[in-house]
């Protein structure tokens, strides 16, 4: 059984909170993890490079000299890859397919297993709520000098886009505000330290649980 603090917005602990076993308590496997990141990090990918073939270089449609008689090599294109501004053998295109296929399960258990992690490190940091009435970097800045979060690389998840919070996070270094619709891998294994509300863990709990 694996249990959370759980602090008010002052930074103060009011309680503890059990995790779900099925989310937050399950076997790691760090090579299923790498695999589904690896496929993430490819499906990314943006084939950017390009170069042109012999058929996709411009000219080059007459045959430069006559085959015999000039004491010169055979040619028959001035676009043949051997010669100055001819096309390119097999350089890279831009047509070139980087995505791989992940299974959903496979993705979610991914998931779970770094949400395990996460717990088994006491990196989970629950408040009973997170709220800021206006958009204001300082305001944030303070609340992230409490005991809880301070010096931590932090990812705070909210059930739903608040403007307040994630303007004034902004700007802030080490800190991402996502909502809980887009919460992926990627980014659980890129900030070490989670911050939830109370009201986004049972929204995460019945979302990963019911996935199983």
Same mark, same amino acid.
């Given at each position: 059984?694996?249990?959370?603090?759980?602090?008010?917005?002052?930074?103060?602990?009011?309680?503890?909170?059990?995790?779900?076993? #099925?989310?937050?308590?399950?076997?790691?496997? @760090?090579?299923?993890?790498?695999?589904? =990141?690896?496929?993430?990090?490819?499906?990314?990918?943006?084939?950017?490079?390009?170069?042109?073939?012999? #058929?996709?270089?411009?000219?080059?449609? /007459?045959?430069?000299?006559?085959?015999?008689?000039?004491?010169?090599?055979?040619?028959?294109?001035? /676009?043949? @890859?051997?010669?100055?501004?001819?096309?390119?053998?097999?350089?890279?295109?831009?047509?070139?397919?980087?995505?791989?296929?992940?299974?959903?399960?496979?993705? %979610?258990?991914?998931?779970?297993?770094?949400?395990?992690?996460?717990? /088994?490190?006491?990196?989970? &940091?629950?408040?009973?709520?997170?709220?800021?009435?206006?958009? *204001?970097?300082? =305001?944030? =800045?303070?609340?992230?000098? %409490?005991? @809880?979060?301070?010096? *931590?690389? &932090?990812?705070?998840?909210?059930?739903?886009?608040?403007?307040?919070?994630?303007?004034? =996070?902004?700007?802030? @270094?080490?800190?991402?505000?996502?909502?809980?619709?887009?919460?992926?891998?990627?980014?659980?294994?890129?900030?070490?330290?989670?911050? $939830?509300?109370? #009201?986004?863990?049972?929204? $995460?709990? /019945?979302?990963?649980?019911?996935?199983?």
């Amino acid at each position: 059984m694996i249990k959370a603090k759980v602090y008010n917005q002052s930074g103060q602990e009011i309680k503890d909170v059990t995790l779900d076993k #099925s989310v937050f308590d399950v076997n790691i496997k @760090p090579a299923l993890v790498a695999e589904v =990141a690896v496929a993430m990090l490819a499906n990314q990918r943006k084939p950017y490079a390009h170069t042109k073939g012999r #058929s996709d270089v411009r000219g080059g449609g /007459r045959k430069p000299w006559k085959q015999k008689g000039t004491g010169r090599a055979r040619h028959g294109s001035i /676009r043949s @890859p051997l010669w100055i501004g001819g096309g390119v053998t097999f350089g890279p295109s831009k047509e070139k397919n980087f995505t791989k296929k992940i299974n959903k399960k496979v993705k %979610i258990n991914a998931l779970r297993m770094v949400l395990t992690d996460r717990a /088994r490190q006491n990196n989970i &940091i629950i408040f009973d709520d997170i709220k800021f009435n206006e958009i *204001k970097t300082k =305001a944030v =800045a303070d609340w992230l000098k %409490i005991k @809880p979060l301070v010096d *931590k690389k &932090i990812l705070i998840v909210l059930n739903r886009y608040d403007k307040n919070i994630e303007r004034s =996070a902004r700007n802030i @270094p080490k800190v991402k505000v996502v909502p809980l619709s887009s919460l992926n891998l990627l980014e659980l294994l890129e900030y070490p330290h989670l911050v $939830l509300t109370e #009201s986004v863990l049972d929204n $995460l709990v /019945r979302k990963y649980k019911a996935a199983i």
